[in-house]
Structure formats: C-alpha cells, structure tokens
C-alpha cells in the first residue's frame, strides 16, 4: 500500500509512519513543510504527485486553546484543509481517512457517545474539526479519538512525568474519556486503510477515567507517590482555560464492536507500554 500521512511529525503521524513503514508500506510521510494544509496548491502538489492509494490526514491545528482567538487559523487548517486534502485524493484517486475529534460533541451525554449521536461542538477548535469531517467524501473514513498519548510530542504522560517532583497537584476530576495511545491507534487506522472501511469509526482505547484519576495512574505506575494529587473542578480552574472541553469524552467505538473489528487494548496496558518506552517505570 502506498500511503501519504500528513502531519507526520506529530504524536500520531509519527506513529503511523512508523507502523506503516514496520508493516512494509510505501510510506510519503508529509510535515507541515511538505504538505502545508494552509495551502491549496501545497496540498495538491504533495498529494497529486506522489499518487498514493491511501492519505491518513493526522495534520491539524491542534492548540485548543489558541484556536479561540484565531478561529480562521483554525477554520482554514482544520476544516478547508480537508477540502483540499479530499480534492486533491480524488484526482489521485486515493481513499481518505480523515483523523477527528471528541470535541465534535458538547459532552452533556451520560452515556458514552456513539457514531451516530448528534454532534455540537462548544469551543472553535471543535467546529474546526466538525467542518473538516463535513468535507470528507461518504466512501471515505472518519476516525474520530480522544485523548491522544504517545512518545512523539507533548501530552499529558509526559507533563505528568515533567511534574512528578512536585509537592502538590490538581487536576480535574469531572471530565471523564479513554486515553488512547498512538502505538494502539496507528495499527487500527491502518486496518481501516487496508480493507478501504466507509464512513464514520470511534477508536479509543477501552476504560475510562477522569484526569485526575489518570494523573493518579500515570504517578503509581511510574514509581512516584499518587496522593500528591488532588481532585478539583473544573469551575475551580483558575484561570479557567479559555475553551470549554466536554465533560464527557467517552466514545463508545460502536461501529467497531458491531462490524466485528478488534477493539484497542485497556489503556492501563497502553499506559505501561508507554512508560517502558520512555524509561519511566518504577
Ligand atoms: N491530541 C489529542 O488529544 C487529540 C484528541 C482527539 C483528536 N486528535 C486529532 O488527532 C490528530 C493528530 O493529533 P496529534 O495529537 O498527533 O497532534 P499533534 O502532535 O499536534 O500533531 C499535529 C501535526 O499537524 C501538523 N500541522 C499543523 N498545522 C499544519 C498545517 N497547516 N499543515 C500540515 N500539517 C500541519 C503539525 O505540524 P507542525 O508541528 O509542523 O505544525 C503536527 O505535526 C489531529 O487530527 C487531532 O485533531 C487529537
């Protein structure tokens, strides 16, 4: 399979890269230098000239926070990127997966949100991505995850990891979702890639878990003392962050569980998988 990823140097690209590469793939790995979703002439050059079966579009502006004050940054990356991504793997006549978020919903579900539940994004980063999953052709696949972990980049294993000789910590205890890790999610799109799945997929990792209790995992099974977090809320927040984040991220991956697809692993697994990678176990 000869295989385009866009955003190739971050925390997933990096791992579908190499996936893909281990798996015997053809792999056009794409940084925001090759392929600049910005730029329509940039996208079409990148993708149109290496004609590739498959583009995994893992680029986005994922600076959730910053997209609040510059929401056409966020629009034209997140969401008119994807047109140009899917215009441009038309003419090549390439299948699109194109990689979204939790933050397509508003959080407010009890239960954990399937494929087909309504989506309301409430920060401008969430509308970004919900308007580049609008702009995915219906042959095509959207892979929606959460809370993304893995060795390349910045996350909360690695900021927990960079906090671990503090005396105290607060982190939020009424914002539940999976934490998914990289080395998991890369096989998974992968297979999608593979037998070209349609339409819409939630991929997460099983389990779920609050921040603050996630924090208590990372801490416990890295050798560190978990009681030096404590639970708060996140109206305590202070400052508050500047874009709202659901409360609860928890994607139930139903279409996966239905269609018969090996679901990933418990994330407690992943998380110790991780840990051993970065040389982080007690
Ligand atoms: N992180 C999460 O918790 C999370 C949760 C749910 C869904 N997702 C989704 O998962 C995907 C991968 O996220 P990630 O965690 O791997 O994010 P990441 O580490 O921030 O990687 C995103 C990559 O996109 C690239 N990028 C930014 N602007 C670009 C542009 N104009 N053109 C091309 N590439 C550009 C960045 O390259 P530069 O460094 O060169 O800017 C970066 O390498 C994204 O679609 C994200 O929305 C992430």
Same mark, same amino acid.
């Given at each position: 399979?000869?295989?385009?990823?866009?955003?190739?140097?971050?925390?997933?690209? !990096?791992?579908?890269?190499?996936?893909?590469?281990?798996?015997?793939?053809?792999?056009? $790995?794409?940084?925001?230098?090759?392929?600049?979703?910005?730029?329509?002439?940039?996208? &079409?050059?990148?993708?149109?000239?290496?004609?590739?079966?498959?583009?995994?579009?893992?680029?986005? %502006?994922?600076?959730?926070?910053?997209?609040?004050?510059?929401?056409?940054?966020? %629009?034209?990356?997140?969401?008119?990127?994807?047109? %140009?991504?899917?215009?441009?793997?038309?003419?090549?006549?390439?299948?699109?997966?194109?990689?979204?978020?939790?933050?397509?919903?508003?959080?407010?579900?009890? +239960?954990?949100?399937?494929?087909?539940?309504?989506?309301?994004?409430?920060?401008?980063?969430?509308? #970004?991505?919900?308007?580049? /999953?609008? /702009?995915?052709?219906?042959?095509? $696949?959207?892979?929606?995850?959460?809370?993304?972990?893995?060795?390349?980049?910045?996350?909360?294993?690695?900021?927990?990891?960079?906090?671990?000789?503090?005396?105290?910590?607060? *982190?939020?205890?009424?914002?539940?979702? !999976?934490?998914?890790?990289?080395?998991?999610?890369?096989?998974?799109?992968?297979?999608?890639?593979?037998?070209?799945?349609?339409?819409?997929?939630?991929?997460?990792?099983?389990?779920?878990? #609050? %921040? *603050?209790? *996630?924090?208590? /995992?990372?801490?416990?099974? $890295?050798?560190?003392?978990?009681?030096?977090?404590?639970?708060?809320?996140?109206?305590?927040?202070?400052?508050?962050?500047?874009?709202?984040?659901?409360?609860?991220?928890?994607?139930?991956? &139903?279409? *996966?569980?239905?269609?018969?697809?090996?679901?990933?692993?418990?994330?407690? +697994? #992943?998380?110790?998988?991780?840990?051993? +990678?970065?040389? $982080?176990?007690?």
């Amino acid at each position: 399979m000869r295989i385009l990823i866009t955003g190739a140097a971050g925390q997933l690209g !990096s791992d579908l890269v190499r996936h893909c590469t281990e798996a015997g793939d053809d792999v056009i $790995a794409c940084t925001s230098a090759q392929l600049d979703l910005g730029h329509r002439d940039s996208v &079409a050059r990148a993708i149109t000239g290496a004609r590739p079966d498959v583009v995994v579009n893992a680029g986005a %502006w994922t600076a959730v926070d910053a997209c609040e004050t510059d929401p056409d940054k966020a %629009w034209r990356i997140n969401a008119l990127g994807v047109r %140009w991504v899917t215009d441009a793997a038309r003419t090549a006549g390439a299948h699109v997966i194109q990689v979204s978020t939790d933050y397509v919903f508003d959080g407010t579900k009890p +239960e954990p949100y399937v494929e087909w539940d309504p989506t309301n994004p409430t920060s401008a980063y969430g509308r #970004s991505k919900l308007g580049g /999953e609008k /702009e995915v052709d219906p042959a095509h $696949a959207i892979v929606r995850t959460a809370w993304v972990c893995g060795a390349h980049g910045s996350n909360m294993v690695k900021t927990v990891l960079g906090l671990a000789d503090r005396p105290e910590l607060a *982190f939020v205890d009424d914002q539940r979702g !999976s934490p998914t890790f990289t080395a998991d999610l890369a096989p998974a799109i992968r297979r999608l890639a593979v037998d070209r799945f349609p339409g819409t997929f939630h991929v997460t990792n099983q389990g779920e878990v #609050s %921040w *603050f209790g *996630f924090v208590q /995992e990372i801490l416990g099974q $890295a050798g560190h003392d978990p009681g030096i977090v404590r639970p708060i809320r996140t109206a305590d927040l202070d400052p508050p962050r500047p874009a709202p984040r659901p409360a609860n991220s928890v994607l139930d991956n &139903a279409v *996966f569980r239905l269609a018969g697809l090996p679901l990933l692993p418990h994330y407690r +697994e #992943s998380l110790d998988r991780l840990l051993q +990678e970065l040389g $982080a176990t007690s």
